[in-house]
């Protein structure tokens, strides 16, 4: 749950709570227990504490609204974390199991307990361009012999980073030794009224 909606581990546990609360409140008491059978222990104990004796929701829109309720968040969250409860608690249960649990409980329940199609790798979109080739920023102009992605960069003119020694010119980095009139403490140089030196 973390991984796919980047909640922490506190919010991810409620919402898991509140989705099999939801889950339990669209099954019968025996669909729950069935259910129940074949999860873990902990989200087997929270669907049935979670199981009702009325007659059941079954529509998917129902289930995304009491699941937006119970966490105070919008019906399109809650659709998608209800969706991700869902597939975790198809990976929970053994393929040929999950088969025949998806038929004896209600088409939106089971439709919730359906593993998604692993997503297949793209093609990378990047394609080799040789200097001098292409029409792209980093191959330079048409016919360029130097692509801007292999240009040197120069300093700006008057840059410190166009001098061989740029901390030279560092205020900290004075030159010779340090003038005791020409500090901080001491004023200006030749003031009368040194900082450092307040009579008030």
Same mark, same amino acid.
């Given at each position: 749950?973390?991984?796919?909606? +980047?909640?922490?581990? #506190?919010? &991810?546990? %409620?919402?898991? =709570? !509140? @989705? *099999?609360?939801?889950?339990?409140? $669209? ?21 049935? +504490?979670?199981?009702? #004796?009325? &007659?059941? %929701?079954?529509? =998917? !829109? @129902? *289930?995304?609204?009491?699941?937006? $309720? ?32 998806? =038929? ?32 792209t920023l980093g191959s330079g102009r048409p016919g360029s012999e130097t692509p801007v992605s292999g240009g040197i960069v120069g300093a700006h003119p008057g ?42």
């Amino acid at each position: 749950m973390r991984d796919r909606t +980047g909640l922490d581990g #506190d919010a &991810a546990a %409620a919402t898991v =709570r !509140a @989705a *099999l609360a939801v889950i339990a409140g $669209a099954l019968y008491r025996e669909e729950t227990e069935a259910l129940a059978e074949l999860l873990p222990t902990a989200e087997a104990a929270a669907l049935r +504490g979670a199981a009702v #004796d009325e &007659a059941p %929701a079954c529509e =998917r !829109a @129902a *289930l995304d609204q009491a699941l937006a $309720a119970r966490l105070e968040i919008s019906v399109g969250s809650a659709s998608e974390r209800l969706a991700i409860v869902g597939e975790a608690l198809a990976w929970a249960v053994a393929p040929a199991q999950r088969e025949g649990l998806v =038929r004896r409980l209600p088409p939106v329940i089971g439709a919730l307990l359906t593993i998604g199609p692993t997503p297949t790798p793209s093609e990378p979109l990047h394609r080799g361009v040789r200097a001098g080739e292409g029409h792209t920023l980093g191959s330079g102009r048409p016919g360029s012999e130097t692509p801007v992605s292999g240009g040197i960069v120069g300093a700006h003119p008057g840059s410190i980073a166009a001098d061989d020694d740029p901390h030279r010119q560092r205020l900290a980095a004075s030159e010779g030794p340090p003038s005791a009139d020409q500090s901080l403490a001491g004023g200006a140089p030749g003031s009368t009224h040194p900082v450092g030196g307040s009579d008030e």
